[in-house]
């Protein structure tokens, strides 16, 4: 059984950091797409990076820059360092995995509890 289970959010001040972790079990870690997600209250969740198989990385425009994705394929980790952040980053961050690259659409079959970042100004 999938089990994708994040860490690392937390409460900072604009302008400081967090690395968030989601940790991977019950599946082949390196045959999957993987991505990061947020959603605020309120608002739609949205993709904010994805890594396919190979590595290559993308974000979104709104934090592009500032938060970084990557994964250990040896510890069966998911990363996003985020950097330099700001109250709208404020939310709950999902981390999510496939064997289908879905880029940044939420159809993603396999999904964390989700872990909570809190930005204050």
């Known amino acids: 059984q999938v089990q994708l289970v994040e860490s690392g959010g937390g409460s900072v001040q604009a302008g400081g950091s967090l690395r968030l972790s989601c940790a991977a079990s019950g599946y082949t870690y390196n045959n999957y797409y993987m991505a990061w997600f947020r959603q605020a209250p309120g608002k739609e969740r949205e993709g904010v990076a994805a890594?396919?198989?190979?590595?290559?990385?993308s974000y979104a425009d709104s934090v592009k820059g500032r938060f970084t994705i990557s994964k250990d394929n040896a510890k069966n980790t998911l990363y996003l360092q985020m950097n330099s952040l700001k109250p709208e980053d404020t939310a709950m961050y999902y981390c999510?995995?496939?064997?289908?690259?879905?880029?940044?659409?939420?159809?993603?079959?396999?999904w964390g509890q989700g872990t909570q970042v809190t930005v204050s100004s």
């Open positions: 890594i396919d198989s190979d590595g290559s990385t």
């Open positions: 999510a995995a496939d064997r289908i690259y879905w880029w940044f659409l939420p159809n993603y079959n396999y």
